[in-house]
């Protein structure tokens, strides 16, 4: 009997510790729960929003009956822009409370600018039911009703085909419910078929944001973005698409397309940036047979070959092509400067200068210096044709190498040596005709009086050289041969 007794005392003792020591641990809990709200309170008012939020979810954590702390934390998301998260916080508050007003206005106005009329309605005809005067649940209940009946409008004007009145009527409807993804989604399908891919990117962008697992609204961006020529953006979005389920069959085969397409325009651009010019052009006709379908594509390989063409001093094919990419796309001033550099290349001067001149035009502000540079350098080439120009004078191209310059003036310092001709006429002209050539081969096989022909500047013109002084045709370093009289014996200098 004693053991018994002395057994059921120690039991009362400890079941008297257990209950010191609960107490302390609620005690604690309830002092840490006012700890976590007023320094939730405090950090909000400061705007620290981040370090509220984690205070205030200590606080639900450590009491889940308390319809505040759930008011109070809907608060803080509803300050972080975090509607959707501030919902359920709310409906627990209301769960709670159901007599809570303030708690059913908030998720009444959440619900109507999310454009849920039919919940809206409850939340503020329940507040009116409680307090029949409440001037703003009464203005919000009018609201969703007006709002209810544009929706109903603007999805009527959509399936008659009347776009532009749907977009008007879907304007106001984004005005009363700017986190409702359906109107957005709705009036960036008008733009799309009214032509506007511009707004309905500027449409979609936020649904991917307002809706969950929006995979839709990444695909058609990213055939947006792709449409209009932007294949970077184009990957990057629908990559996102993947992000939100690898095995979408819809974004997969357009993930394919892009990166394809991508990969093989980011590569004909390196290939350029190292001067590889041929192969860069076989990237871009291999790009444009990867995407036939959409022009921009082959506007933009068209005249990305027309530039390789000029580098490759390819000049009829480079003025063939880049024709083609100027009728395609008139207003681009990159392909009237390309065209200009090839006609320059191909001694045809006037033709530059107007295709300079266009392009300039193009530059609305004036600021882009290659244009200014290059219809400066084309009308020089333009005045100095016009005296004397030193590749037709041997009949070789801009591009012809320094054997190519010797090869033509040996060929015509045979034919028009002065010995060759009779009469004392034909003998002048062929003096004439002798040191044209002399002098365009003492140019051309020089770099550095070569390089100031090619710029506009006729290198043996005193006039040129010095701003004033007679012009005409000067002999190399100001020798003639034939100042002398008598007779000249003419023999190849092997340069």
Not at 210 to 222: E, H, I, V
Not at 275 to 291: D, L, N, P, V
Request: glycine fraction near 6%; charge should be negative.
């Amino acid at each position: 009997m004693e053991s018994c007794r002395r057994t059921l005392c120690s039991l009362s003792l400890l079941c008297v510790l257990l209950d010191i020591q609960l107490d302390g641990v609620l005690g604690a809990t309830h002092v840490e729960i006012e700890h976590h709200l007023e320094m939730g309170r405090k950090l909000l008012a400061a705007g620290q929003l981040a370090e509220a939020l984690s205070h205030y979810h200590s606080a639900v954590e450590g009491d889940s009956k308390n319809y505040l702390t759930y008011y109070k934390r809907a608060a803080v998301f509803l300050a972080m822009g975090k509607s959707k998260s501030a919902l359920p916080d709310l409906t627990k508050a209301i769960l709670l409370k159901p007599d809570f007003l303030a708690a059913r206005l908030q998720r009444g106005n959440i619900l109507l600018k999310q454009g849920n009329t039919q919940e809206a309605r409850e939340d503020f005809e329940a507040v009116l039911q409680r307090s029949p005067d409440h001037e703003e649940a009464r203005d919000q209940l009018m609201k969703a009703n007006e709002l209810e009946e544009l929706q109903e409008e603007a999805h009527a004007t959509y399936h008659q085909g009347d776009y532009s009145a749907s977009i008007t009527v879907l304007e106001r409807v984004i005005e009363i419910s700017p986190w409702d993804p359906d109107s957005r989604e709705l009036r960036a399908e008008c733009y799309i078929r009214m032509g506007d891919p511009q707004k309905a990117i500027q449409d979609l962008t936020p649904t991917t944001k307002l809706r969950n697992d929006n995979r839709g609204a990444y695909l058609k961006l990213s055939m947006l973005h792709y449409s209009l020529g932007d294949h970077h953006e184009s990957l990057n979005l629908i990559r996102e698409c993947l992000r939100l389920d690898q095995d979408d069959k819809e974004c997969f085969t357009h993930y394919k397309q892009v990166k394809k397409l991508s990969k093989q325009l980011d590569s004909a651009e390196e290939l350029i940036e190292q001067f590889r010019f041929q192969e860069a052009i076989s990237k871009y006709e291999t790009a444009m047979k990867t995407e036939p379908k959409i022009p921009l594509y082959t506007n933009l390989a068209k005249e990305r070959i027309c530039f390789c063409l000029v580098k490759l001093n390819s000049a009829l094919d480079a003025i063939d092509v880049c024709s083609e990419a100027h009728q395609r796309d008139p207003r681009n001033a990159n392909v009237l400067r390309d065209r200009a550099e090839a006609y320059i290349l191909n001694q045809e001067y006037e033709k530059a200068v107007e295709d300079y001149i266009e392009a300039k035009e193009f530059d609305s502000e004036g600021e882009r210096i290659d244009l200014k540079e290059g219809l400066e350098r084309a009308q020089k080439l333009l005045k100095v044709s016009k005296k004397r120009d030193y590749y037709k004078i041997l009949g070789v191209g801009r591009s012809a190498n320094k054997q190519e310059v010797i090869k033509a003036y040996r060929k015509l310092a045979q034919q028009w040596h002065p010995d060759n001709f009779q009469s004392e006429t034909d003998k002048k002209e062929a003096e004439k005709r002798f040191i044209d050539i002399a002098s365009a081969k003492e140019v051309l096989i020089d770099p550095e009086m070569r390089q100031k022909f090619d710029a506009g500047e006729d290198p043996l013109d005193p006039e040129s050289q010095q701003g004033g002084g007679g012009g005409g045709h000067g002999w190399p370093h100001h020798f003639n041969p034939f100042d002398s009289g008598g007779s000249f014996h003419f023999k190849f200098q092997h340069n």
